[in-house]
């Protein structure tokens, strides 16, 4: 029977191919010595290595130069690492003076350059730490003679299957041979995820034991859009992974001429739409098309290292995000660690129910330092453009109040250090736990603005763990109860005159959007690769009927029963 397997949606469409395990090249490196009058001979053997994978590295770019010229600076600046007269002089002198090895004196020299630039405080210059990587593992594969694993061999197009990949095998991705990504780490937003997304490569990522649950040549149904994998497909399934295809290839066409457009209902209702960010770096192109960040998940720089990001760095990342967006507004949200995401320089203990436990604002309070540090990051960065500040799992009034005293308080510390940072900026919360949403009347006196976190709501509200397929059939989105909730939200802000967003995965989704426009909601943020689909799903919709269906869901009994009635009712909008 087929299995099914669940990872993160990395980037949409859907594949039908066979499994093929990409493993790169990992170097195990000893330290070790040259013979007595072998130093010679061992640099010969590094200049010659040197040049195999320089040669390696022009082969790749130049088959990229035409079709890719972006990708292929990638491989560019790889060779550019490579042949720096610095490191080469090191590399040279470890062997020739030191009496180095050649690899121990290439892993050496690399090595030094590597902790330099991830202790750096910019975050570009920190995230080169894996371009360096991987042009050492190059020049060490080439002095081992052993050939490269290249993702071009596969004779027929295949679905990739690997733990993670390297920036230099996305950048030799072939659209042609490779139908689809699935790795066994990363998430949306990787290096890996970006890539995936601009070459329209359908990608799941972070699906654990990938390589040991996907055997090598096993016919794979990647489905990009809902972050699956169908191990073996019956017939049935793949008929219906080919209607699906074509209706997404349809709409994938047809919503691109909607990009550049203002989002607008057929009725002339403007939406405001913002963008999801969780990286400073390499904002996507769409980022011209919106009308601010409504989502900056700033946790993204405390993941995957074994450090806390400083005031520096954080400063130079939101201030790069706020620069490019200029006068546009960019909702930055403070951490939200804790649940599905474990910091190990943290060193938290572990709970029995993560969701429940110490995370986002209730950790910040815990370990206040941490907190304090974002936020002095955040008001310096604020005088660079129009930032907005929200808190994650709000659970009432007394977070709020006890996070806006650390922000004023922060503030008077940099005033009295002499250190420019934003005046007044709006503060808002994100409203994602139940309690916060039913005193949304009250919150909404105190708070600037709230934006729905519906990821967490539908989680909270239905019990109904998100990371848990088992219970998939309970996480409803479309329940009435969470719609009844949405409203509410949107009704009491309304009332105060403050603005009110969705920025869960319900806004970036068409039905979604067209239900929270019925609910009352005029501001929706969501991934870059939803931005065109939605502003095409609005253009077709009438805020009035939409308005009639959304009062018609809340009124029904089951999650069931709203969710099949809206789909009916939208149907010719998706
Ligand atoms: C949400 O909960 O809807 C949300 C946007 O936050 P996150 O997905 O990061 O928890
Ligand atoms: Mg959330």
């Known amino acids: 029977m087929a299995a099914i397997l669940s990872g993160i949606a990395a980037s949409p469409g859907y594949a039908l191919g066979p499994a093929f395990h990409y493993t790169p090249y990992q170097p195990a490196v000893c330290q070790s010595l040259v013979p007595p009058g072998q130093a010679e001979a061992s640099v010969d053997h590094y200049d010659m290595s040197r040049r195999a994978a320089r040669e390696e590295l022009e082969l790749l770019r130049l088959r990229l130069e035409k079709a890719d010229p972006e990708r292929s600076k990638i491989l560019s600046a790889h060779q550019s690492i490579l042949m720096d007269a610095v490191l080469d002089e090191e590399i040279r002198e470890k062997i020739l003076s030191d009496c180095y090895a050649a690899d121990w004196a290439v892993w050496q020299s690399f090595g030094a350059y590597i902790r330099r630039v991830e202790g750096s405080s910019d975050l570009l210059l920190r995230e080169r730490a894996a371009d360096l990587r991987d042009v050492r593992d190059r020049l060490l594969r080439c002095m081992y003679g052993i050939p490269p694993q290249d993702l071009t061999l596969a004779e027929e197009p295949v679905v990739l299957v690997a733990h993670d990949l390297l920036p230099s095998d996305t950048a030799a991705l072939d659209r042609e041979k490779v139908l689809a990504i699935v790795t066994e780490t990363g998430g949306p937003t990787c290096h890996s995820a970006i890539i995936a997304r601009s070459l329209h490569i359908p990608a799941v990522l972070g699906m654990e034991g990938a390589l040991e649950l996907l055997p090598r040549g096993g016919s794979l149904l990647v489905d990009g859009v809902e972050g699956q994998v169908i191990l073996d497909p019956s017939q049935e399934q793949r008929e219906e992974y080919r209607r699906r295809q074509q209706l997404f290839m349809g709409k994938t066409r047809e919503s691109a001429r909607f990009l550049p457009l203002p989002a607008v209902t057929a009725d002339g209702q403007g939406v405001q739409i913002g963008l999801n960010l969780a990286t400073a770096r390499q904002l996507p192109p769409e980022q011209a098309y919106v009308d601010g960040v409504g989502l900056f998940r700033t946790e993204f720089l405390y993941l995957e290292r074994d450090d806390l990001p400083g005031e520096e760095e954080q400063l130079a990342a939101y201030t790069q995000v706020l620069r490019a967006f200029g006068s546009r507004t960019v909702t930055l949200r403070t951490m939200d660690i804790g649940g599905d995401k474990q910091l190990p320089c943290l060193d938290l203990p572990p709970e029995e129910n993560p969701f429940l436990g110490s995370r ?205 009635y809206l789909r009916k009712r939208f149907a010719n909008l998706l």
């Not at 922060?410 to 940072?421: F, M, T, V």
């Not at 709501?457 to 219970?471: E, I, K, S």
């Open 360 to 564: 986002a604002l209730r950790l910040c309070f815990e370990r206040p330092q941490l907190l304090k540090t974002q936020l002095r990051a955040c008001l310096r960065a604020g005088v660079e453009g129009n930032l907005r500040l929200m808190f994650p799992m709000v659970t009432g009034l007394e977070d709020l109040r006890r996070a806006k005293g650390m922000l004023n308080q922060c503030r008077l510390e940099l005033e009295r250090e002499g250190l420019p940072c934003a005046g007044e900026i709006p503060v808002g919360i994100m409203v994602e736990v139940p309690s916060i949403a039913v005193m949304a009347d009250l919150a909404a006196r105190e708070a600037d603005f709230a934006s729905i976190g519906t990821n967490d709501l539908t989680q909270y509200v239905l019990a109904a763990d998100r990371m848990n397929p088992a219970v998939r059939q309970y996480y409803r989105p479309f329940h009435p109860a969470v719609l009844r909730l949405i409203a509410h939200i949107a009704r009491c802000f309304g009332e105060q005159g403050k603005p009110v967003c969705v920025c869960g995965e319900m806004g970036g989704d068409p039905l979604g959007a067209a239900v929270l426009v019925g609910l009352g909601i005029r501001h929706l943020s969501m991934n870059a690769a939803s931005v065109a689909q939605v502003k095409r799903t609005l253009s077709l919709l009438d805020a009035g009927e939409a308005r009639q269906a959304a009062e018609a869901a809340c009124a029904m009994a089951t999650g069931e029963e709203a969710e099949l």
